[in-house]
């Protein structure tokens, strides 16, 4: 039997991911701040909001299969608020590499892309998502029309950059970002299988 969510507790359910997106940014301020960040505060605060970013990500592709599964179709309508806070993540990320580890050398940063691909690789799953992100309002989205659905289709292409960034920028814990490979991997084969059995349903 589908599952409903009435206009109230979709509202109390936003409010509920609005707090999980924020507490971390504010037990990581907490940490830097009481000086909890460890030996070397910044590659801290780096990895920090990169893994939130990640971790966005996963949650935005979890939505859908969740929605479908229990048939809770107003479930998608979270989909924006995740997606806006894997942007949000994303640019602290940013933030905080060229602020606190290049302290805004332009010309270092390309000389790090030639030395680094995953600065390459971070660089365009960023861009990406800054797409996503200022076409994500309703009206841009009506003025858009079909071809809003294929931007936003990007969110694929993300969520295959990201993890391999992570991967080529650790030294040598590369368990992490394999497990990151397997979950995102997973994700996307369950939205293919979905998408092949709607369609066939839809052709019968």
Do not use: C
Request: no cysteine.
């Amino acid at each position: 039997m589908p599952l409903k969510l009435t206009s109230r507790s979709l509202f109390w359910l936003k409010v509920w991911m609005h707090g999980i997106g924020l507490t971390p940014i504010i037990y990581l301020f907490l940490t830097v701040f009481n000086g909890n960040a460890g030996g070397d505060p910044v590659q801290y605060i780096i990895h920090y909001t990169g893994i939130g970013a990640l971790n966005a990500l996963v949650l935005t592709l979890l939505i859908s299969p969740v929605a479908r599964k229990l048939k809770l179709g107003a479930l998608l309508q979270t989909r924006r608020l995740v997606g806006l806070y894997v942007f949000a993540y994303a640019s602290l990320h940013i933030m905080a590499f060229f602020s606190l580890d290049l302290l805004f050398a332009w010309r270092m940063f390309f000389d790090e892309v030639t030395k680094r691909p995953y600065i390459l690789v971070g660089a365009i799953a960023y861009l990406l998502l800054l797409a996503l992100a200022v076409t994500s309002f309703k009206s841009v989205m009506r003025k858009m029309g079909r071809r809003w659905q294929r931007l936003h289709n990007g969110i694929y292409l993300i969520a295959l950059l990201v993890p391999i960034h992570f991967y080529w920028s650790v030294k040598s814990e590369i368990i992490e970002p394999i497990l990151y490979f397997f979950i995102i991997g997973w994700l996307l084969a369950v939205r293919v299988y979905q998408s092949k059995l709607l369609k066939h349903m839809l052709d019968k």
